[in-house]
């Protein structure tokens, strides 16, 4: 066969969803670091988000289904830890799919910009950890919602 | 560049893990609940990460499964203060606080280490770690400065804790970097932090040792172990 290039590639896992948040994808995640090949084997350099988040196993089953299906057979996906992901990483297309879903996406500043479902500025703190490690817990004060805030890390 | 070294700091997070995961279901608040478990899910991640690069550097073929669920209490090299069981909830947030602000000046200086596979485990730890300092720290301060009940249980339990705080810093030449030269930061960051919280610190500088040479482990150390490795020591290569 011939070889796809990198580019396509890029696209293909473009297509894969995040297992934890699906209206994102792991390029949007920033999580996919290389594609290379290397002769006729294709590398994938995959970092995680958190050193144990349990996703990371489906995350590269996710990427190794979506390539074999692509018809790529040689396939080597390599662990990188460092340098250490971060949210900057995370496309501006990722930070405002993950707003309209209902996740305040990070911010510099430590805290939700504001209310994902009303856009008030009145917020609290719930809890520094939530539904997944990258994510914490918020309220509005004045709609009252609770939502989830992607941890700025 | 010491193997034990790498076992140390695996360890630690292991076991500091495992006792945190004890917590699943039980905490006195959901919110506490999920943070607990959180907390633990990293330093499981951290421990996989030190003890597989362990097992490669040791070269005989042990794996961070075969560290974590084959060794005896008395291979383990963590520190005494981590194995000391959850008792109340004052008891666990002051040994985290501890072992916290520990560890985060223990990953700045691995950060720096020249051997580059231990310094990339240091990067990725102490992103994490800054956040659970943060944590501890901001949970130590609320309750010291809560009711009348919180306060006294966190000075009992900052005082039934203190004596494990010196062997993080014994000198020894297994460790990755020298743990002495830390004392100073931690100490700022401590004593800063009970000074905002009314807790005193304790006067006596007294401290256990043997967790991190395994020469005298508490006994705490081998009824945790016994849960945590029954079901691979029973049913061997189990998987699921």
Redesign the interface.
Known sequence: MTRPSVDQVWAWLDQVPDPEIPVISLVDLGIIRNVTWQGDTLEVAVT?T?????ATSVINLEIEASLRANGIENLSLKRQ????W?TDWLSDSGKAKLEAYGIAPPQAAGGPQHCPHCKSTALER??????T?CKA?WRCTDCLEPFDYF?C? | MSVIGLIRMGDNTLVLGQRLSEWCGHAPALEEDIALANTALDLIGQTQLWLDLAGQREGQGRTADTLAYTRDAWDFRNLLLVEQPNRDFAVTMTRQFLFDTWHFEALQALINHADADISAIAQKSAKEVTYHRERSTDIVIALGNGTEESHDRMQGALDRLWPYVGEMFAQDDDDLTDMSVLRDAFDVHVSQTLSESTLTKPDSDFAHQGGKTGTRHSEHLGHMLATMQVLPRNYPGATW
């Open positions: 995680p958190y050193s144990g988040c349990p830890i460092a340098p250490p971060t719930i809890s520094q950890f939530g539904s490690p817990q941890k890390i």
